[in-house]
């Protein structure tokens, strides 16, 4: 069953074009949630960062959320999972620059890669790309769990959410778990010892209680994402 989204905010052009199927839908709202997240966020990452690297991590994330929320108008076909996130590398790629920048878009083509290998794309495919992502920014950033970077939120969420499903969970609890695991690996940075990044440079007795902002901004964005697509479902279950 396919349906236009409410709160579809496409051009009236694209929406004639792009009718959603129930995936789409919930694809949009994700995605939205995530970018109006980091938009949020945008003082205290500055805040944040301003403590441990250049204190612009929270100016950079607004860029990109608010490039991705303006091409999701007219560039996204958001029933192709795949491409969607491929075309969320691209408008990462045009706009963020700096580090995040070019490992986010690592991890969108990364996540592209493992998603279009599948014509029917579950969550266990998304957890499969997650890993995937996960694994493409360890090997050219070189960061791993415990470095003091975003893989500190990426890494829980992905493990949570893998055991979540294999124990027979059902997709949208499993996200909500795992979202909950990204949080408390992004909120664990405060008492690591960075490894990578800028803040590698910076004494461990400056990094006591603040935690990784690149930590922070991507498991506020998963845990935006997680609760959107809860919200969805529940609301068209109604």
Known sequence: MKTFCSD???????????????QGCMLEAAIEAAAKELIDLKDNLNDWDSKVGDGDCGTTMYRGATAILEDMKTRYHLNDAAGTVNEIGSTIRKVMGGTSGILYDILCKAAYASLKQNKNITAYEWADALEASIAAVSKYGGARAGYRTM???????????????KAGDDP?????????????GAESTKQMQAKAGRSSYISPDHLVSIP???????????????????????????
Not at 151 to 165: G, H
């Open 151 to 165: 893989l500190d939120a990426l890494i829980p969420a992905s493990t949570v959410l893998k055991q979540s499903l």
């Open 8 to 22: 579809l905010t496409l051009p009236l052009k694209l929406q004639q074009r792009q009718e959603l199927s129930k």
């Open 212 to 238: 990784d902002p690149g930590a922070m901004a991507a498991a506020a964005w998963y845990r935006a994402a997680a609760l959107s697509v809860k919200n969805k479902l529940h609301a068209s279950e109604s």
């Open 172 to 184: 949208v609890t499993a996200f909500i778990a795992s979202s909950e695991a990204a949080l408390a």
